[in-house]
Nanobody, 115 residues
Framework: QVQLVESGGGLVQPGGSRRLSCTAS????????MGWYRQAPEKQRELVAS???????NYADSVKGRFTISRDNTKNEAYLQMNSLKPEDTAVYYCNARFFTSNYWGKGTLVTVSS
């Protein structure tokens, strides 16, 4: 059974930092491209960042220079370090694992940026 479990969400003040983690099980983690997506209220889900099996990364323009995606294949985990958070970063953040036609999602973790 494939599981992606996100953790690390919560309330953070504007300008603050937060680190999200995604723990995967039931998949060959190292062959999957890992991604973080987010969905704000009344908005479509959007790609935040992704990291390939060769550690090539891609970021949405809105988070470039503030967010960093990484992975640890020995722990089957992916991470999203979020710095200089803004209220508009408030969303449910979802972990995604993709390999050819396989596409898996976590249930999400809520990040709220507010004073």
């Amino acid at each position: 059974q494939v599981q992606l479990v996100e953790s690390g969400g919560g309330l953070v003040q504007p300008g603050g930092s937060r680190r999200l983690s995604c723990t995967a099980s039931g998949i060959n983690f190292r062959v999957h491209t890992m991604g973080w997506y987010r969905q704000a209220p009344e908005k479509q889900r959007e790609l935040v960042a992704s990291i390939t099996t060769t550690d090539s990364t891609n970021y949405a323009d809105s988070v470039k220079g503030r967010f960093t995606i990484s992975r640890d294949n020995t722990k089957n985990e992916a991470y999203l370090q979020m710095n200089s958070l803004k209220p508009e970063d408030t969303a449910v953040y979802y972990c995604n694992a993709r390999f050819f036609t396989s596409n898996y999602w976590g249930k999400g973790t809520l990040v709220t940026v507010s004073s």
